[in-house]
């Protein structure tokens, strides 16, 4: 994996781009005018690990309310804006770390200029959020969709910068996953700022998580992108959980612990579903990143168990447990659980 | 995507490889010995979509097992061989149409030879199947794991090929996501034989997914990649499901409806999370491709929802209702689960 170089730019206290990690980020779904439900939100998108929040601007009560929604919290702010310039003047006097635009349906020049100059006097990026769903119908209508896509946000890119406004991000999404993927490979090699990536409207959990990993996963794997936002129609703090699993698989990030369990076959003498979600259940409260397995037999057990800070390796009745790929000792299965929670914690208390 | 041209293969009724659809297989998770539990879950896995199954085969009885299965069910049945060649030879006497044999711990050649021997008289094919968990230590220990994995099965096939014998399918399948990658993508121009995908112990279903996602995604969307199976830690027809649900994100399968839905955000004004989650529960008994987009606002709505076969563009208290990109009623919010639900049922009836 070779990251694609791009300009580094902060969004408040987080730094985006360039060679920090890639960042995770999610969106508020409450009624940005309900000030206290935001804020509160807000307080639990950053304890759940999200690192900036992007906010619907939908009218001109909901930028002001911004000022004391930023009061509030020590999460940099994003003003999501569509349609309107003027909401996005408002959001920048608020105080908003970051503005997303929709060159979509936002493309009048002189109203872009004004929020471009405004944005520069204060010193705060814009990203330019390009959406499938938002496309205009007559911008290139014969071109394939993701080249659309990638010469929408060119266009604007290009506007911005005879503005001499360089604080740009760039995102390319839409539910398609090959398009999305094509749409990001297009431009990266044809500008030099920062990628947001981002499946969108990719469902519930279930399969929105599936979607979403494959599209960013794609991209990343590839060395392209600097932060994700995975959408999901649920809870924030579930998209930023679906974001670190994504970060944590191609070892982009660490967070947590990881469970590496068997899918439990016609070999296992022991319930290994049954364990492994007993023992998922006590890991939600450990926060340090602790490798631990959950096997059911010796076929791949002792591998996998003895490349985890702790494992299990179950057998006939009895299993064996291993601490940073020793053996300390051999378990009946009534005692797996209690076993390995054992390691488990001490693990967490004396550090890894 | 260009796919990787490999040689085809059957598995029983199923073809594998060449240019036929990427196969979905799984694995059950029975006692192999308990005919009458295999038999209902392997019918249970046909019901949920799943091609072809694997069957551990763990000792002598489950072997003669096999035989009895076999004639239960008409999925292809791949006997999951560890360790003892005779367990391979039992499973193939009993009329298995396929094995795998894992070569890190069944070695010996003329072991393996007399295996192939019977397999190559009854024209069944032989999966190498290699695991990180299982790759003895003293095999190439100084280079890096993939090169390892990949190393082991090119011995195999080599040795396999010597034998006159070419119905190989081969996996290299590890935890981690970007060792499997590599050990899939050093492998599949060094020989011709169709690939099985997976990331293997990849946990609870909640991450399981995301991170096989990522690791057959990838490689999909290279192009490599012929049969896949999700590893979880959970019922079977759940790792069929997410199989197909990769698939499907990429355009490589077609299977049940497709749920587009808006995250939400401070510019909702319905409860998106409820409605797409009401739809969800109903579009479980729809069998038919439908894409269907629950979209919450004016923003994306109408752009997603013209682009599914039936959709819902929310609005204040109401949403425009579409069907096949033409607004066919606008209904008030408490209609929006009834109405959707018409216009499925009645393209469900009618055909797409």
Redesign the interface.
């Known amino acids: 994996?070779i990251r694609r170089t791009s300009r580094q730019l902060r969004i408040g206290k987080v730094t985006v781009g360039g060679d920090t990690s890639v960042v995770v980020q999610s969106?508020?779904?409450?009624?940005?005018?309900d000030i206290h439900a935001?804020i509160n939100q807000l307080k639990q998108l950053e304890d759940c690990g999200c690192e900036i929040v992007?906010?619907?601007?939908?009218d001109k009560e909901?930028a002001t309310s911004l000022a004391t929604i930023k009061k509030g919290v020590s999460l940099p702010i994003i003003a999501?804006i569509?349609f309107d310039y003027r909401l996005a003047l408002g959001a920048l006097k608020a105080g908003v770390d970051g503005l997303r635009l929709?060159p979509g349906?936002m493309g009048d020049k002189e109203q872009v200029s004004k929020v471009v100059a405004a944005a520069k006097e204060r010193e705060v990026p814009i990203r330019i959020g390009v959406?499938?769903?938002?496309?205009p119908a007559d911008f290139q209508p014969r071109a394939p969709l993701a080249e659309r896509m990638g010469n929408m946000a060119l266009e604007q890119i290009r506007f911005m910068e005879s503005l001499d406004f360089s604080l740009i991000k760039v995102s390319l999404k839409a539910?398609?996953?090959?398009t999305t993927?094509q749409a990001y490979q297009m431009i990266a090699d044809k500008m030099p700022y920062p990628l947001h990536l981002g499946v969108?409207?990719?469902?519930?959990p279930?399969?929105?998580?599936?979607?979403s990993?494959?599209?960013i996963?794609?991209l990343l794997?590839q060395g392209i992108g600097d932060t994700i936002r995975v959408?999901?129609?649920?809870?924030?703090c579930e998209?930023v959980?679906?974001a670190y699993?994504?970060l944590k698989?191609?070892?982009l990030r660490q967070r947590g612990p990881?469970?590496?369990?068997?899918?439990?076959?016609?070999?296992?003498d022991v319930d290994?579903?049954a364990l492994?979600?007993a023992v998922?259940k006590r890991l939600e409260k450990i926060s340090k990143p602790i490798k631990v397995?959950?096997?059911g037999?010796v076929?791949?057990?002792?591998?996998?168990a003895k490349?985890a800070d702790v494992g299990i390796a179950g057998g006939k009745g009895k299993g064996a447990i291993f601490r940073k790929g020793k053996v300390v000792g051999t378990v009946s299965e009534n005692r797996f659980l209690q076993a390995l929670m054992t390691e488990i914690e001490s693990l967490n208390e004396r550090g890894l």
């Open positions: 994996m969106m508020t779904k409450t009624d940005t005018r935001t992007r906010v619907a601007v939908p909901a999501d569509h929709n349906n959406n499938a769903g938002s496309l539910f398609d996953v090959p993927i969108t409207e990719a469902g519930l279930r399969t929105g998580a599936i979607r990993a494959i599209g996963g794609v794997y959408s999901l129609t649920a809870y924030p998209e959980f679906v699993e994504i698989s191609l070892g990881t469970l590496v369990s068997c899918p439990s076959c016609g070999r296992a290994i579903i492994a979600e998922n397995a959950v096997m037999c076929v791949n057990g002792p591998g996998e490349d």
